[in-house]
Nanobody, 129 residues
């Protein structure tokens, strides 16, 4: 199990950028897929992006492809989500979660949140128009 703490959220105008970080504690971090999900008011939590244990493969929801970039540093136990060209519809609480060990997924990977655990407390992202 890992413990996760997200940071980096805030208020930004449409077209702006934010950089979210997820700090993990626990020795198994480097073996795990790490994912970002988001939840807007009145909506269910949805997949945003994921990165496999060694960082060589990444996955994105169609709604963020070309605008968001996920990366990880296993030496520092961190996962980063760089968000550019933000839109008002990106407004949500963003959560970091831990997935499976040593696993690759199909190109149309779109996991349900129940496939992840060890959620952090979330960080609020608000994009004004």
């Amino acid at each position: 199990q890992v413990q996760l703490v997200e940071s980096g959220g805030g208020l930004v105008q449409a077209g702006g950028s934010l950089r979210l970080s997820c700090a993990a504690s626990g020795r198994s971090f480097s073996t795990l897929t790490m994912g970002w999900f988001r939840q807007a008011p009145g909506k269910e939590r949805e997949f945003v992006s994921a990165i496999v244990w060694n960082g060589d493969t990444t996955y994105y929801a169609d709604s963020v492809k070309g605008r968001f970039t996920i990366s990880r540093d296993n030496a520092k136990n961190t996962v980063v989500l760089q968000m550019n060209s933000l839109k008002p519809e990106d407004t949500a609480v963003y959560y970091c979660g831990a997935g499976q060990k040593w696993t690759y997924y199909s190109g149309n990977y779109n996991p349900h949140p129940r496939e992840y655990d060890s959620w952090g407390q979330g960080t609020q992202v608000t994009v004004s128009s």
